[in-house]
């Protein structure tokens, strides 16, 4: 069964403190790893994709990273508009379906 | 770009009420989905549609139904509301997967979401 964890659950960060967020996967036969932004009451909005290991995407503040069993969101000099929560999902070998991660919520105080 | 659209973005509703949401899409994606969200369970897959008037079952499709009659069209169905389908619905629409050298082009893109209350 494919699995997809993130972790920490929510952080909290001071303006312009840069860190990391984490997606571990277990998915058979990976096809590509996605990263979303949720604002509060509202829907997921698509980030990024990535699909091998080494492969890098940036926009503005963000920088998603994967290696074979993790990808990374870095988020370099935050904003409180930065402010969300970020989901990581994955799609497996031969499936319509994305496996979705909990979420980070963060928090990024002015 | 990309618009997904859910017909409520709240819904009060009454237990053992038969309710609909709604979702369209304007982009001719083959795939639509929905989901519904809850505080520490994430995302859960209900039902998704791969064409008109195809359905597949997700992870928890007891207690829904679903409908897709035009290719743009995706409606989730509570025959009878319980207390326990107050949720967070959210619809979302992709291409059918295509594999260009091994990645797979899926974005799944996402309405707004139906925040829906049963009492």
């Known amino acids: 069964e494919d699995q997809v964890t993130q972790s920490p659950e929510a952080l909290r960060l001071q303006e312009g403190e840069s860190s990391s967020l984490n997606c571990s996967y277990t998915?058979?036969?990976?096809?590509?790893l996605f990263w979303y932004r949720q604002d509060p009451g509202k829907g997921p909005e698509f980030l990024f994709t990535l699909y091998s290991a080494g492969e890098e995407k940036e926009k503005e503040r963000l920088k998603a990273t994967l290696t074979k069993k993790e990808s990374f969101l870095h988020i370099t000099a935050p904003k409180p508009e930065d402010s969300a929560t970020y989901l990581c999902?994955?799609?497996?070998?031969?499936?319509?379906?994305?496996?979705f991660g909990k979420g980070t919520k963060l928090s990024v105080i002015p | 770009d990309v618009k997904v659209t859910q017909s409520s973005r709240y819904l009060v509703k009454r237990t053992g009420e038969k309710v609909f949401l709604e979702c369209v899409q304007d982009?001719?994606?083959?795939?639509m989905f929905w989901y519904r969200q809850d505080p520490g369970l994430g995302l859960r897959l209900i039902y998704f549609?791969?064409?008109?008037?195809?359905?597949e079952k997700g992870d928890i499709p007891e207690g829904y139904s679903v409908s897709r009659e035009k290719k743009e069209r995706f409606s989730l169905i509570l025959e009878s509301a319980s207390t326990n389908q107050t949720s967070m619905y959210l619809c979302?629409?992709?291409?059918?997967?295509?594999?260009?050298?091994?990645?797979?082009?899926?974005?799944?893109?996402f309405g707004a979401g139906t925040r829906l209350s049963v009492l």
């Open positions: 982009m001719d994606h083959e795939n």
């Open positions: 979302a629409s992709s291409l059918y997967p295509t594999y260009d050298r091994g990645l797979v082009k899926n974005i799944q893109y």
């Open positions: 998915v058979s036969g990976l096809r590509g």
């Open positions: 549609s791969y064409d008109v008037k195809m359905k």
């Open positions: 999902a994955a799609s497996g070998a031969g499936s319509y379906q994305l496996t």
